[in-house]
Nanobody, 116 residues
Framework: QVQLVESGGGLVQPGGSLNLSCTAS????????IEWYRQAPGKERDRVAR????????DYADSVKGRFIISRDNDKNTAYLQMGSLKPEDTALYFC?????????WGQGTQVTVSS
């Protein structure tokens, strides 16, 4: 079955950096886009970034443009989210997401907390 497992979250000071990973299994990872979302307490889940199957196109939410970079390694079945210049408002549970043959799949999430 399709599984997405995020890792790399943690506590970081404002202005710091953090790198998240999303390891996929159970489907042909290289054939599908993958996206990162985040959800802060009491707020909706919002898309942060997405990358197409080949990695040749990426798209970002305005709030993270210039600070975050999404990438993927199709040989390792893994997507990444490099986060820099982190702000307290980036604090959230971060999820990776894909849609395979009409079904949505989410990981369990990894917590990112930006605080001094």
């Amino acid at each position: 079955q399709v599984q997405l497992v995020e890792s790399g979250g943690g506590l970081v000071q404002p202005g710091g950096s953090l790198n998240l990973s999303c390891t996929a299994s159970g489907y042909p990872f290289r054939n599908y886009p993958i996206e990162w979302y985040r959800q802060a307490p009491g707020k909706e889940r919002d898309r942060v970034a997405r990358i197409i199957s080949s990695g040749g196109f990426t798209d970002y939410a305005d709030s993270v443009k210039g600070r975050f970079i999404i990438s993927r390694d199709n040989d390792k079945n893994t997507a990444y989210l490099q986060m820099g210049s982190l702000k307290p408002e980036d604090t959230a549970l971060y999820f990776c997401y894909t849609r395979v043959l009409g079904t949505n799949y989410w990981g369990q999430g990894t917590q990112v907390t930006v605080s001094s």
